[in-house]
């Protein structure tokens, strides 16, 4: 019989704590989740309208081992000397926060003697699919997060290249600061995701935001609704302006995702990190499959799509069977883009 491998993954880049064990049998191209924790801080930051830094690490250090425990018991792991490889989120993120889970695994790896692997937050969410899909290669894969949006072509495993990237905000931090413009709640994706169906998306006009190439930019489209809500003043519709502004965002994300399927030939897409649980944005990828225009797409389930420790999990596993160990001496990383392997287009 071949041999178990057991992953224990951590995962506190920003604002969620999550631990995820996952197991596989030698040879497999993947492990598969036996359990996950996430403890979400939305208490925490949900005053401020905003995530606080130092909020944000004192609560991951707060409830980490709680959902250590959590994970333990339910995936029936008695002895943490029964793990293979200890994972963690090494970049980018919030250094105060991404300490904490890594200080976490490197512990454990020095303790148990086990390999200790250090992970690309992005390159994560670039593998959360394979958590509850089995794909097929090639495919367009869209990163859109609180914190990132990136588009990417996916080859193969661990064989990937970025094709895009945002110049100044993320997708989610373009809602997040729209919503809190609009005096809505934190975070500000699923407020106006929930308002917008009741809106009228044409109410309000937003310019088509050009870019070079397949490069995104969300900060105009702020602009303009700061000036659309100072023009509007007491007059402003709520449901209006919430459907105005993320049909603008998500035009945006469509119009690019458009140009790399010509660009690239590949018309199967994927949609992975938070703003992938947007209603209207599924809606529109089910419109372009329908009129032909993407072959099919494809999202993890919600769980999945904001950040958790199984896609961790995942990379750090993949990474793991090639031998790929990271040093107990490494540090964490604020900023960081997502190694790319040289294509041919
Ligand atoms: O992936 P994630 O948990 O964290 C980062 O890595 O950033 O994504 C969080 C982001 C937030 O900006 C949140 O507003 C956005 O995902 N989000 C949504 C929706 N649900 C979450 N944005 C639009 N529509 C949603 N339904
Ligand atoms: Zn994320």
Not at 118 to 139: K, R
Not at 223 to 234: C, K
Not at 322 to 335: E, I, M, P, R, Y
Request: hydrophobic content about 40%; some cysteine; glycine content about 8%.
């Amino acid at each position: 019989m071949s041999k178990v491998i057991q992953i224990l993954a951590f995962e506190s880049s920003c604002d969620d704590t999550s631990v995820a064990l996952l197991r596989a049998r030698e040879g497999d191209l993947k492990p598969s989740v036996v359990s996950m924790a996430i403890q979400s801080q939305f208490d925490v930051h949900e005053k401020f309208g905003g995530v606080v830094p130092e909020l944000a690490s004192r609560a991951h250090l707060k409830n980490l081992f709680p959902c250590l425990k959590k994970v333990m018991a339910e995936g029936e792991l008695q002895k943490l000397s029964e793990v293979d490889c200890f994972v963690s989120t090494q970049e980018p993120g919030l250094i105060g926060c991404l300490l904490i889970g890594h200080s976490a695994a490197k512990t454990l790896s020095f303790i148990y003697d086990r390999p200790f692997v250090g992970c690309n937050h992005i390159e994560g969410h670039l593998m959360s699919i394979h958590l509850d899909h089995t794909m097929a290669f090639p495919y367009l894969a869209l990163v859109v997060s609180g914190g990132h949006t990136s588009l990417f072509v996916v080859r193969g495993w661990d064989d990937y290249e970025q094709l895009g990237v945002t110049l100044d905000d993320a997708a989610g931090e373009a809602f997040d600061k729209g919503a809190k413009l609009l005096g809505l709640g934190f975070p500000g994706g699923p407020e106006i995701d929930r308002l917008a169906i009741q809106g009228n998306s044409s109410k309000y006009r937003f310019g088509r935001v050009q870019t070079k190439e397949l490069n995104f930019s969300f900060s105009g489209i702020k602009s303009e609704l700061v000036r659309i809500h100072q023009r509007e003043g007491s007059q402003l519709s709520l449901v209006d302006a919430a459907a105005s502004y993320q049909s603008a965002i998500l035009r945006h994300l469509i119009e690019k995702i458009e140009a790399a399927v010509e660009f690239t030939g590949v018309s199967n897409l994927v949609i992975v990190g938070g703003v992938a649980r947007n209603s209207e944005l599924r809606r529109r990828l089910a419109e372009l499959k329908s009129q032909n225009r993407l072959k099919n797409w494809y999202a993890p389930k919600p769980e999945y799509c904001t950040d958790n420790a199984a896609m961790i999990g995942v990379l750090g596993y993949r990474k793991f069977i090639q031998g790929q160990f990271s040093d107990l001496s490494s540090d964490v990383k604020a900023t960081v883009r997502p190694k790319r392997k040289p294509q041919s287009l």
